[in-house]
């Protein structure tokens, strides 16, 4: 009875319930890390709070009414055309190419040889992304939001708008400090570092979508989120120091147009639709 208010305003605005639950357990969760906790009372946070769109998407779909199990099961769907586990594979090492391209072409010194350095710690790495750092986010975004979205906009616009609430959900990591992966410190000082990570991830917000749509897995687009962080952080072929310190920006801006190269081809080539069918898609999970 005392949850029959609350179930009635997830069943009139199931997505921004969504969002506020998301953005409130992962906020509360990375306290620790906003105020400068550091050793495993740090990784802890940070690991804990990166649940929460998972954790969100869960009690949303319970809230509604909807099945919980239908939508954990697309985190297991894994009987897909082998040519989606080669785009989740290929998109994240064509976007660092293109990038690499484009940080040569401004004069940055590309060494191809650090990637056969970097190789063996590669593996670890995206297992390690696919499970605690960022992967485990796409049971909620792409599982839960991205269906819903899609169901009231066109994909596109369903896109970005999860772009945008998926990239400023970081904002408590991106402000904690210079370790943290694309930090821009002090937003107030900070301006076009936000802009870029936040064009960042709306760009491969639309790379998401193209593989969850032909596939309505949400394994797929984790293995492609887990290759996009992976690549990002190990295979730009630049010293690990120069891409968190002197070339962040410029790496940034980099990989910022090569994605958004990919991104918009992927809209021209698909006409819109980003794989989506109306007609064709099934009930939400």
């Not at 609350?6 to 953005?23: E, K, M």
């Not at 894994?78 to 072409?105: D, K, Q, T």
């Amino acid at each position: 009875m005392r949850l029959r208010p609350l179930r009635g305003i997830v069943a009139a605005h199931p997505v921004t319930a969504f969002f506020v639950l998301a953005y409130a357990f992962s906020w509360l969760g990375w306290a620790p890390v906003i105020l400068g906790a550091d050793g495993p009372t740090r990784t802890v946070s940070f690991v804990v709070g990166s649940f929460g769109p998972a954790v969100a998407g869960a009690v949303i779909t319970w809230l509604d009414g909807e099945s919980v199990r239908a939508w954990a099961r697309q985190i297991v769907r894994w009987r897909v055309a082998p040519r989606w586990y080669v785009a989740a594979l290929v998109l994240p090492l064509l976007v660092v190419g293109l990038a690499s391209v484009g940080l040569a072409l401004l004069g940055t010194d590309v060494d191809l040889s650090l990637l056969s350095e970097r190789l063996p710690a590669v593996a670890g790495s995206y297992v390690t992304v696919a499970f605690v750092g960022g992967g485990n986010e796409e049971p909620g975004w792409r599982g839960f939001a991205l269906p819903r979205l899609q169901e009231r906009y066109a994909p596109v616009p369903a896109t970005l708008l999860l772009g945008v609430v998926w990239a400023f959900w970081h904002l408590p990591l991106l402000a904690a400090g210079p370790d943290v992966a694309y930090s821009f410190l002090w937003v107030a000082e900070q301006g076009p570092r936000i802009a870029l990570s936040v064009l960042n991830i709306v760009g491969f917000a639309v790379l998401l979508t193209w593989l969850y749509n032909g596939t309505e897995s949400v394994l797929l687009a984790l293995l492609l989120h887990a290759g996009i962080n992976t690549a990002n952080s190990t295979l730009v072929p630049i010293p690990i120091e120069s891409i968190t310190g002197e070339s962040f920006m410029t790496v940034l801006v980099t990989v910022d147009v090569a994605v958004w190269i990919v991104a918009v081809l992927l809209v021209g080539i698909t006409r819109g639709t980003l794989g989506y069918d109306a007609d064709d898609s099934p009930s939400r999970p």
